[in-house]
């Protein structure tokens, strides 16, 4: 059945069931979360054994006492375990502390108050600044940008990556300071950034001498689905377009080991680095050298990383299966939405009928699913369309995915034919 193509009375009539299958739903008194990509506890008890290395470890490594103070941007052995996954060099590597986040937003932060190696001025005394927000995306990264003020410059994300026709011109502006990207299994739509759109972003010519391209790789190795896609080294091909100190990326291993008890990590050219370092070394000693080194014994190389991201598959793909298969079963056909079929990261993008994500976001409260709130994906909180919705269904249970789904698809269906029946 066509929703859009239906008459009056057909609609009316699939409205009466639908809003009885959501009443049902609702005298379950569920109390479900679809929110936060975080990853459920068996993943995190794939990392037990790290700490049980602490007895009978000698805190030796790189020839130092890990306990002790020194070593301002990491052990070598921990740059290299990054550059490995990166292909970066371990020299443009920094490690920071156990969240890559904190590290992006600590980049900015130096920006205003001491401006990046190429700034004319402190990114404080710059009368706007803006950055480009590539949509949907991530809000926390959008968050950092609005708590300091600058303004977020909404560009679509194609499958490929951001749109470049619009990125280029926009970059002439000189008050375009920098861009917000994920650019592997991208949050919310799982979106790989192709070959072409990359050299693009490396190669463009942007009015500010200090533009700053976010490189969030949080997802890096994580393929839930397939092989994983792989990207030659993004700090190589700037450096070939003649921006070496364009780029800061950024990794971590969150959602490796522990979530937010992982190690983070930044790469940037080596000048970049020698810039951030003497800023850096007002703010800290050095960064917590035990968790690195616990992290380098654990997990050794690439090889065995990606070994260990294995077992989260295994423990993942069930679920978006099961997302995947909920989607198709109940909204297939209907006309209503439409959604992304990612191989990696932590999310699912919903793209319902323009004009009812926050009336799906209220359906699911009120049945007891809980969901990232409509708009969350876009600056402001504004999706223009009012369609977009984040599905992340790493954390609950494979069987409470399966539920939660169900209250979405009801959900979408309801919220649809209540607004066509407005019509
Ligand atoms: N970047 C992206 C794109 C994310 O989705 C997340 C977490 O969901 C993070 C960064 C957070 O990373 P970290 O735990 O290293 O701060």
Request: aromatic share 10%.
């Amino acid at each position: 059945m066509d929703y859009t193509k239906s008459s009056k009375k057909e609609l009316q009539k699939e409205y009466q069931v639908i809003r009885s299958r959501y009443e049902a739903l609702c005298s379950e008194h569920l109390s479900l979360d679809l929110t936060r990509g975080k990853p459920e506890k068996a993943q995190l008890d794939l990392s037990n054994g790290m700490y049980a290395a602490l007895s009978g470890c000698d805190f030796q490594m790189d020839g130092i006492d890990v306990r002790n103070y020194g070593l301002l941007d990491g052990l070598p052995s921990c740059k290299r375990l990054f550059s490995d996954i990166l292909g970066c060099r371990p020299e443009e590597i920094i490690i920071g502390g156990n969240s890559s986040l904190n590290m992006m937003y600590d980049l900015i932060a130096k920006a205003y108050t001491n401006g990046l190696m190429n700034s004319e001025r402190p990114w404080c005394q710059e009368e706007h600044v803006k950055f480009l927000c590539p949509v949907p995306g991530y809000d926390r990264h959008f968050n950092i940008s609005t708590s300091f003020g600058m303004e977020c410059i909404p560009v679509p994300l194609h499958t490929d990556g951001p749109d470049m026709d619009i990125v280029e011109e926009l970059v002439k502006d000189p008050s375009v300071k920098g861009m917000w990207c994920t650019p592997k299994y991208s949050n919310p739509d799982g979106f790989v950034y192709s070959e072409q759109v990359r050299e693009r972003i490396a190669n463009m010519s942007t009015a500010a001498p200090d533009f700053a391209l976010i490189w969030d790789n949080a997802y890096a190795v994580h393929c839930f689905e397939g092989t994983l896609v792989e990207f030659p080294d993004m700090l190589g091909i700037c450096r070939e377009a003649g921006h070496p100190d364009r780029i800061y990326e950024f990794a971590s291993f969150s959602k490796v080991t522990f979530a937010g008890s992982g190690i983070a990590c930044m790469a940037a050219s080596t000048d970049n680095l020698a810039y951030i370092r003497s800023i850096l070394k007002f703010q800290t000693i050095g960064f917590e050298k035990v968790a690195q080194y616990l992290h380098v014994l654990f997990l050794k190389d690439k090889e065995n990383i990606l070994k260990h991201m294995e077992k989260h598959a295994e423990i993942l793909r069930p679920k978006f299966q099961a997302v995947q298969s909920a989607l198709q079963s109940e909204l297939g056909g209907l006309n209503i939405a439409k959604w992304t079929n990612p191989k990696g990261g932590y999310f699912v993008s919903l793209y319902a009928m323009p004009g009812t994500a926050k009336r799906i976001h209220a359906l699911c409260s009120g049945a007891g699913v809980n969901m990232t709130g409509a708009g969350a994906t876009y600056p402001y909180g504004r999706d223009p369309e009012d369609s977009n919705l984040r599905i992340a269904p790493s954390y609950p249970e494979l069987q409470d995915v399966v539920k939660a789904m169900e209250v979405l698809c009801v959900s979408v269906r309801l919220a649809a034919l209540e607004l066509l029946l407005q019509k």
